[in-house]
């Protein structure tokens, strides 16, 4: 059974820090990319970030890059998100997902999901 399950969420004051994890079974991070998402309740879906399956590349959003990283952990089958100087705007349901992904852009989504998990920045 393919599964991705999200662990790391909370609550952190303005300016400070959280590291997402994102562990996948049914599947290897080697055979899919795999990317970070956020969602606020009437808002459409942002595409955060994500990492190749093929040769590691990267992408950010305009609106975390140089806060946030994503790396991979192979030998855990899990994907990390650590999330620096954050702020308010940052609150959202983070989850990931299976995705086609290159150094410009989120390309593709396969029907993979994690359940989410809830990021909440105080100001």
């Known amino acids: 059974e393919v599964q991705l399950v999200e662990f790391g969420g909370g609550l952190v004051q303005a300016g400070g820090s959280l590291r997402l994890s994102c562990a996948a079974s049914?599947?290897?991070?080697?055979?899919?990319?795999i990317g970070w998402f956020r969602q606020v309740p009437g808002k459409e879906r942002e595409g955060v970030s994500c990492?190749?399956?093929?040769?590691?590349?990267?992408y950010y959003a305009h609106s975390v890059k140089g806060r946030f990283t994503i790396s991979s952990d192979k030998s855990k089958n899990t994907v990390y998100l650590q999330m620096n100087s954050l702020k308010p705007e940052d609150t959202a349901v983070y989850f990931c997902g299976a995705v086609l992904c290159s150094d410009d852009d989120i390309l593709g989504e396969y029907d993979y999901w994690g359940q989410g998990t809830q990021v909440t920045v105080s100001s």
């Open positions: 990492i190749s399956s093929s040769d590691g590349s990267t």
């Open positions: 049914g599947f290897t991070v080697d055979d899919y990319g």
